[in-house]
């Protein structure tokens, strides 16, 4: 697929967020970009992004290839994701991607028949208090259960867009990626959407209930000044720390955390 | 499901929570109402050193898991040397049970440009980025609104409210790395590589982004500054411990009445956590947790009384990390978690060095062995042998980490894998699973 001169000038647009002699930082936004057009990263996408940047084809697969959000496949509208690492896992994150998977028909990173779904187990989604989740096109459903996830991918079968329990109301992936791209939600309803939930004020509310906050706080302290003192201390001490690695121990001699939980296992 | 006491209560210091309570506080009108920005007005008058020392002065730690002590690293920035210097702030936020800079990114966004502005102040950057997980798209989309608020207010791009100085952020999304969230990988990825990590020295201090002198830090770390900046270094340090000072925000899930964020000052423990969560869920009793995400040793239920600080949890022979504190109860079993823990480490392995790459691959191999009722005594010795390869010879943290879970189940839970081993317990994974496996 040829890509549009629309497509040229956004990835131009993303290429002048960063300095002018350093346009391969624009790689991972540009492949996004790529995916929002065509729903994957295929060759031709490849392609553009290496003609964007002035360099090879064999960079641009390496780089693409490495991350797991730059699909290699066509993929579908709504990229469903269940988490099944460990804490969702035990709260019951395997039944529901086990029941996903036998209900959809498809495996890890393969799309429905229809074409409508794509289907994945996610490593750790950062909502551990809201677990068992699953997202859709990486927004939030907590707390859900098998039954909850089927109902989920049947709204999303027959046309209709379940409304995330946090976050914003959906769009399709490839609308998606333009935002992963760097650019601005355009809608400004979704800004506003997905309130806190519960676990996540849950600290913050107790602290407002009992009345509790940390006393002394004076925004008008005032910043002590003491110009210059102890600035060439501390360089000093940068400079040693980047002593070059031949005037030190080789990586790995200093002592870890961990090593005395490996001594005490064994 | 119990009411917390008085004095447990006391133990929460709500401060980079405390804006969440508003749930308009992501507009800048919101947030300029809400102290917002008054940090950055106070600050830009001062001199950067002064904040540099300020910082050092209240013994901010990074909240990204090393608890490196912030002002040092700041301080390291040599300055009239020539070079740009840059801000990156570690927004991958990704180790299993973590899940503290996601909601302040959503619903706090402009604490963390705040920040930002103040710290690139301060090391005279006039460039930041926000490297922030692909997945996190809601907080990005938050962010990004911030972030061209706060350009329209001219609290960035140039001649920030008539300081003279110059700033631009760009919120940079990653593409779904763990990896990335190491600080080297992270700038690798943002130069558009692979996300694999430097070997070090140099530090990012000197040679970080682009080859110029670089801070990394965490969102929880950024965004403290402000507050540090408006309440000043002793009222910060009224809270938490002498050597680990301020507020840190607890992620806590598991077997819990009330799962959430509770941000106490450092060196709380475990007991108080679980009553200000409303006890265990019924029918759990308290078996294992991490004190700061996976990569952290397990602690178990002797451990309930350990001050969470960078000392206290240290002694105890873990790490504090994240304070992604994942409570795990006597229904659970140590040997299938940590299988699963592995198998995202090996999942997330970059590939730059064998022994992460090789020794986390064979490992869930073993571990699917023992969980399918076909392991054997080897097993264990071949599992902590394997760590102690991994452990130190890695090139990166990931590969110590994934030791963690690992030795500290062996120590704790010996009992465990011979229940799988000799018989006594029902495999967890059917031998069907194990076709592929090694």
Known sequence: MGFSDATREKALEIIARYPADRSRSALLPLLHLVQSEEGNVSPAGVEFCAEMLGITKAQVGAVATFYTMYKRRPTGDWLVSVCTNTMCNVLGGQEIYDRLSEYLGVGHDETTADGSITFEHAECLAACDYGPVMTVNYEFFDKVDPDTAVHVVDQLRAGQRPQPTRGARLCTLKELSVQLAGFAEPREEAMADGPAGAPTLRGVRLAQEHGISVPGFDPETPIKSSRGDGAPAAQAAGVAANKPASDLKPAGDTAKPQDRALKEAK | ?438
């Open chain 2, 1 to 438: 499901m119990t009411t917390p006491r008085r004095e447990t209560l006391e133990k929460l210091t709500p401060v980079l929570t405390k804006r969440w309570l508003s749930p308009e506080a992501w507009r800048i009108d919101v947030y300029e109402q809400l102290d917002g920005y008054a940090a950055l007005r106070k600050a830009i008058a001062a001199h950067p050193d002064d904040l540099i020392q300020l910082i050092k002065d209240s013994g901010l730690r990074g909240r990204g898991g090393a608890g490196f002590p912030t002002g040092l690293k700041w301080g390291f920035i040599p300055q009239n040397d020539g070079k740009p210097h840059y801000l990156v702030v570690n927004a991958d936020e990704g180790e299993p049970g973590t899940c503290k800079d996601l909601p302040l990114m959503t619903h706090d966004p402009h604490s963390l440009i705040e920040g930002v502005i103040i710290a690139s102040y301060a090391i005279r950057a006039n460039r930041a980025f926000i490297y922030i997980r692909g997945e996190a798209v809601h907080a990005a989309r938050r962010l990004r609104n911030a972030v061209q608020e706060a350009y329209a207010k001219g609290y960035l791009g140039t001649n920030i409210l008539g300081s003279g100085h110059d700033l631009d952020v760009v919120v940079h999304s990653g593409a779904g790395a763990y990896i990335c969230g190491e600080e080297t990988a992270l700038l690798d990825s943002l130069e558009g590589f692979r996300g694999q990590p430097r070997l070090r020295p140099p530090f990012p201090a000197t040679h970080g982004l682009y080859a110029s002198p670089t801070v990394v830090n965490n969102v929880g770390t950024i965004a403290s500054v402000p507050y540090i900046v408006l309440g000043g270094p002793d009222w910060w340090k009224s809270m938490g411990t002498e050597k680990s000072s301020g507020p840190m925000i607890y992620s806590l899930s598991g077997r819990i009445a009330n799962p959430g964020q509770y941000e106490c000052g450092l060196g709380v423990t475990l007991r108080e956590l679980i009553e200000l969560a409303g006890g265990m869920l019924p029918g759990h009793n308290l078996r294992f947790w991490t004190p700061g995400g996976s990569s952290t040793p397990l602690l178990t239920a002797d451990h309930i009384d350990v001050p969470l600080d960078f000392e206290g949890v240290a002694a105890a022979g873990s790490i504090l990390g994240t304070t992604a504190t994942q409570i795990f109860s006597d229904q659970d079993c140590p040997v299938y978690a940590t299988y699963k823990w592995l198998e995202f480490y090996h999942h997330e392995s970059c590939g730059k060095c064998t022994p992460c790459r090789e020794g986390n691959y064979w490992m869930v191999g073993i571990y699917r062995r023992i969980l399918s009722g076909a392991g054997t005594h080897q097993d264990l010795d071949t599992l902590l042998d394997t760590c102690d390869n991994i452990l130190g010879r890695s090139f990166c943290g990931l590969g110590d980490g994934a030791t963690s879970p690992v030795t500290s189940s062996v120590q704790y839970f010996k009992q465990d894998y011979l229940d799988y081993i000799e018989g006594r317990k029902a495999p967890r994974l059917s031998a069907k699973q194990l076709v592929g496996a090694h």
